[in-house]
């Protein structure tokens, strides 16, 4: 199987220098998404400022979308890294593995979040009325716009990591 080679530092571009050091200082390392993405001189500041965007959503329901997107696209870097931030943020094994599977018994409004998410993915929002779930459930215009957001901000690292088969360097997500 092919992989990308992972950047070491060296021979990057200057503002590629700076994002090297600044997950280096942050994180004590450079997650290798990162690195691979430094093979581009613009591709890790353009993804790097759409990803830390505002978003009218909490860490949870954004953590929430990536490791539903990750579990529908089967990418398994995403997923481990998703896992990990997740349970940074407060949820525990049980729940990540209902939220992956889209059935969250823990909480009703995030689970209409979920519902909604993996309907878009497959492609049937419209068919299950789940746009109407949320609005339901509290959610509001901004916010809908804000998880469609975060679905193609999924998106973008779960086949930056699947196409390259950028090598996982967080702890292996149970599959």
Request: aromatic fraction near 10%.
């Given at each position: 199987?092919i992989?990308i080679d992972?950047?070491?530092?060296e021979?990057?571009?200057?503002?590629?220098?700076n994002?090297?050091?600044?997950?280096?200082?942050?994180?004590?390392r450079?997650?290798?998404?990162y690195?691979?993405?430094?093979?581009?001189?613009?591709?890790?500041?353009?993804?790097?400022q759409?990803?830390?965007r505002?978003v009218s959503?909490?860490?949870?329901?954004?953590?929430a979308i990536?490791?539903?997107?990750?579990?529908?696209n089967?990418?398994?870097?995403?997923?481990s890294?998703?896992?990990?931030?997740g349970?940074l943020?407060?949820?525990?094994?049980e729940?990540i593995?209902?939220?992956?599977?889209g059935?969250?018994?823990f909480?009703h409004r995030l689970?209409?979040?979920?519902?909604f998410?993996?309907?878009?993915?497959?492609?049937?929002?419209k068919e299950l009325?789940?746009?109407?779930n949320?609005?339901?459930a509290?959610?509001?215009?901004e916010n809908?716009?804000?998880?469609l957001h975060?679905?193609?901000?999924?998106y973008?690292?779960n086949?930056?990591t699947k196409v390259?088969?950028?090598?996982?360097d967080?702890p292996?997500a149970?599959?």
């Open positions: 199987m992989t992972i950047p070491n530092g021979d990057l571009s200057t503002e590629n220098k994002f090297w050091m600044y997950f280096e200082e942050r994180l004590g450079v997650p290798n998404l690195a691979s993405m430094m093979h581009s001189k613009n591709a890790l500041s353009n993804y790097y759409f990803h830390t505002k959503l909490t860490k949870k329901e954004t953590e990536m490791l539903v997107v990750s579990e529908e089967q990418s398994f870097y995403c997923l890294a998703h896992t990990m931030i349970k943020n407060g949820f525990s094994d729940q593995m209902q939220i992956r599977q059935q969250v018994e909480d689970n209409a979040l979920i519902s998410v993996k309907s878009v993915i497959a492609g049937r929002q009325n789940l746009l109407e949320c609005f339901n509290g959610y509001n215009q809908i716009i804000d998880i975060v679905i193609g901000d999924g973008m690292t086949y930056t390259l088969n950028v090598p996982i967080f292996i149970e599959k």
